[in-house]
């Protein structure tokens, strides 16, 4: 272990020690951390694809709720001709951000999946919440691109716009849940071993 020490000259009755002190503000020489460079670009990496992935669901959920709860109510007010005119006009402007926001949230998810999960093993609880949170993040990717697509097959859910918006901003705030109790939950200690298991396997 690295310490920083300092001369200091202790003065008592009929006495005087010449002891050294810890330096608790010492700065450590770079050279101590033969690692250190590894760490920072480990550190940089994580920081930098936890900012995409939350910063994008931000802007989708948002984006999504905004569209649900303020333009279509707004927009059924208009006359027909002006109505499709408008609808035209956001989804060939608003599909740019939904692929673009799905692939930099599979990018990121699974930079994220593959630095966390080593982490969690033994998690049953993690797992199964990771794989729910998988199995709705697709939900919500599917509904995102089959409402701003131009596919025949999916036109009824565009006819229909509110409520699988709707349907997808709940997707959107379960994943949101998820991730949150998570975050907060704490990390996993897995159980220890009883000795009298260590000794039975010893012998």
């Known amino acids: 272990m690295i310490s920083c020490q300092r001369l ?3 003065a008592q009755p009929g006495h005087r020690l010449l ?3 810890p330096v608790s503000d010492c700065p450590l020489p770079v050279s101590s951390f033969p690692n250190q460079n590894l760490m920072d670009t480990q550190l940089l990496l994580d920081t930098i694809s936890r900012v995409v992935h939350v910063g994008t669901v931000i802007i989708l959920a948002g984006g999504s709720f905004f569209m649900w709860r303020v333009l279509l109510p707004s927009a059924a007010e208009l006359p027909d001709a002006e109505h499709d005119r408008l609808r035209a006009a956001v989804t060939g402007r608003w599909k740019k ?3 673009a926001g799905i692939a930099l949230i599979l990018i990121s998810g699974f930079y994220n999946f593959a630095r966390l999960v ?4 033994g998690d049953s609880l993690y797992h199964a919440l990771l794989g729910t949170k998988i199995m709705l993040a697709f939900g919500v990717f599917f509904l995102g691109s ?14 229909n716009r509110g409520r699988w918006l709707a349907i997808l901003v709940a997707l959107l705030a379960v994943i949101v849940a998820i991730s949150g109790f998570v975050k907060v ?9 009883p000795v009298a298991e260590l000794s039975a396997d010893a012998d």
Not at 118 to 121: R, T
């Open 8 to 10: 200091a000259i202790v």
């Open 19 to 21: 002891v050294l002190l």
């Open 97 to 99: 951000f939904v692929h």
């Open 118 to 121: 080593p982490a969690h093993k």
């Open 146 to 159: 089959a409402l701003v697509g131009k596919s025949k097959a999916f036109e009824p859910l565009r006819q």
């Open 185 to 193: 939950r704490g990390k996993y200690v897995p159980p220890m071993t």
